[in-house]
Each structure stands twice: as C-alpha cells, then as structure tokens.
C-alpha cells in the first residue's frame, strides 16, 4: 500500500535528521584586520592579519556577529552543513506529510461512500 510506503519514508528522513550532530547557521566571513593593530606581525604568517567570524539572524531578525577562533572555522563550517541539510531533510518531510495527509484523505472518502452503499 502505498500510505506505508509514505510513512516508511518519513521515518527514514526522520532518521536522517536525529543523526545530525551539533547545528549552526548563518554564514563565516573572512575579514582583512589593520596590520598596525596586529603586535609583532611576522609577514610569513598571514593568517595572523584574518579573523573570522558568523553571521547570523537571530530573534527579532536581528543580525548578530560571533568572532571564531582560527583553529575553529573548520569545525563551524561543518555545522552550518549540518543545519543546511537538516533543512532540507525537513523539508522532505513536509513534502511528504503532506502525501500522506491527501492519501488519507481519498482513502477515508473511500471507506466513507463504501459505508453508504
């Protein structure tokens, strides 16, 4: 039947998404720092003149800023994965609700006219 196969499709997304580890969004932004700020600036270190930092919304749709550390951006950069697929694992999952929501649907209107006749 096809309504199991639905619901059997929305339990593996819902998988899917509980495998997900920690979740971040927005996005990491590369910025040029004042190499006068900088002490001792060594010129063959050239990750001493970035920092980096995420962009994000947060509530209110206010845009917020939170400075990573170097050694961290791969590890941020792995989270807004994780937060981009678990969207589109949930919009899988609306997508598919909403199948199953209408061949629930035909499938009552069916038992309803058979119980008629």
Do not use: C, P
């Not at 063959?44 to 845009?63: E, F, I, M, R, S």
């Not at 951006?73 to 209408?102: P, S, T, Y």
Request: hydrophobic share 35%; aromatic share 6%; proline share 0%.
């Amino acid at each position: 039947m096809e309504i199991d196969e639905v619901k059997k499709q929305i339990k593996a997304e819902m998988k899917k998404l509980s495998s997900l580890s920690r979740m971040l969004k927005g996005t990491i932004n590369k910025i040029k720092t004042n190499r006068n700020r900088i002490k001792n600036s060594d010129k063959a270190d050239l990750n001493k003149n970035w920092v980096y930092n995420l962009t994000y919304l947060g509530k209110n749709k206010k845009t917020k800023n939170v400075y990573i550390n170097l050694k961290r951006v791969d590890e941020a950069k792995q989270m807004i994965a994780n937060h981009k697929e678990a969207l589109q694992i949930l919009d899988n999952i609306v997508e598919l609700n909403v199948k199953l929501f209408r061949l629930e649907k035909k499938r009552t209107k069916r038992v309803i006219s058979q119980k008629l006749f």
